[in-house]
C-alpha cells in the first residue's frame, strides 16, 4: 500500500494571485501548493495530501490520523516574534495565520507522534523554530560576507553552489556522497539550532542547508529545494526514494499494530 504524505499548503492573504489569473475575487485569501512538491512525492511512491491550514488545529486530527508522513513546504518567512526578535531590515512577507497554525502542527507532530517528517526551505526554518532555534531574517544584511543564497531569477533545477554533507548523518546516508550540488531560493536560514537538532549539511559560506534529529526516526530538513530539482536530476531525488520509503515503513508499523489490537480485542 502507498503511504499517504501529508503536504502543508502555502497562504496567501494577498489576493493578487487570483485577481491577475482572472479566477478570484479582490480581498480573497489563498491556500495553494506548487506542483512540484505533488510530483516529488508521487515520483517515490507516495500518495500527496494537500494540507490545509485551519483556524483550528484538532480540525485536522482525523486527517492526520490517517498519514503516513509529513512534508513542511517552503514559502514566506516567519515572524520572529516565535523565536524572542523583534523584526529587523530585510524581513519580507509573513503570514501570522500560516505560522500559528504550522508552529503548532510541527509541534504536534515532532512531540506527539512518530511520523517521519520531510522539511523544506520554509519547512526547515519552521522545524527549527517550532523547537526552540533561531533564524537570521535576513542574510544579506545579516551576514553579508557570506554568498547570495537568494538566487530568484535563476532556473529552479540549477545548482548554484555546493553543499557539504557530514558523514554518518542520515543526509548522507540518503546521497552516499560528501557534497552535492543545490539550488538557491532563500534570504533567511538557521542560526542556532532548535532542540534535538543537529546540523548535516553546510554551504561554503558556513549558512545550514540540512538539519536533522538526533534520535532514532526520520526527521530530516534541507534549506533548499529538492523538489525542484528531482526531474532534471534524478541524482537528487534520493532524499523524496528515502523519505516515502520511511513512511512505507511508518504505515506498515501502524497497521501491525492496529491488527494485533483487533486481535486482542
Known amino acids: 500500500m502507498k503511504p499517504l504524505i501529508g ?3 502555502n497562504y496567501l492573504s494577498d489576493d493578487a494571485i487570483g485577481v491577475e489569473v482572472g479566477i478570484g475575487a479582490v480581498q480573497q485569501e489563498w491556500q495553494l501548493l506548487a506542483d512540484d512538491y ?41 515572524d520572529p516574534n516565535y523565536y524572542g526578535e ?14 500559528d497554525h504550522e508552529v503548532k ?3 504536534k507532530i515532532l512531540f506527539e507522534t512518530p511520523l517521519p517528517v520531510l522539511g523544506i526551505c520554509r519547512g526547515m526554518q519552521l522545524l527549527n523554530v517550532a523547537t526552540g532555534g533561531t533564524l537570521y531574517q535576513d542574510l544579506e544584511s545579516q551576514k553579508p560576507e557570506g554568498m547570495n543564497h537568494s538566487v530568484s531569477k535563476a532556473l529552479r533545477h540549477h545548482p548554484f553552489h555546493p553543499v557539504k554533507i557530514e558523514k ?7 546521497y552516499e556522497t560528501e557534497e552535492i550540488g543545490v539550488n538557491s531560493f532563500h534570504h533567511q536560514a538557521v542560526k542556532e539550532l532548535g532542540k534535538g537538532f543537529k546540523a548535516s549539511m553546510t554551504a ?18 534541507v534549506q533548499w529545494h529538492p523538489e525542484m530539482m528531482e526531474g532534471p536530476l534524478a541524482s537528487i531525488r534520493p532524499i523524496f526514494n528515502a523519505f516515502v520509503q520511511e513512511c512505507k515503513v511508518a504505515a506498515n508499523q ?12
Open 38 to 78: 505533488i510530483v516529488a512525492i508521487e515520483r517515490a511512491g507516495g500518495v500527496p495530501v494537500i494540507l490545509p491550514i485551519t483556524k483550528d488545529l484538532e480540525t485536522l486530527t482525523p486527517l492526520l490520523q490517517k498519514l503516513d508522513g509529513i512534508l513542511f513546504s517552503g514559502g514566506s518567512d516567519i
Open 254 to 265: 501502524i497497521h501491525i499494530k492496529a491488527d494485533t489490537a483487533e486481535i486482542i480485542a
Open 168 to 174: 554518518g548523518s542520515t543526509l548522507y546516508t540518503i
Open 86 to 99: 523583534y523584526p529587523r531590515f530585510g524581513l519580507g512577507l509573513i503570514e501570522p495565520r500560516r505560522d
Open 204 to 221: 561554503p559560506d558556513g549558512i545550514v542547508e540540512g538539519i536533522e534529529w538526533d534520535q532514532d526516526r526520520f526527521v530530516v530538513a
Open 105 to 107: 502542527l510541527a509541534q
Open 7 to 9: 503536504i502543508c499548503a
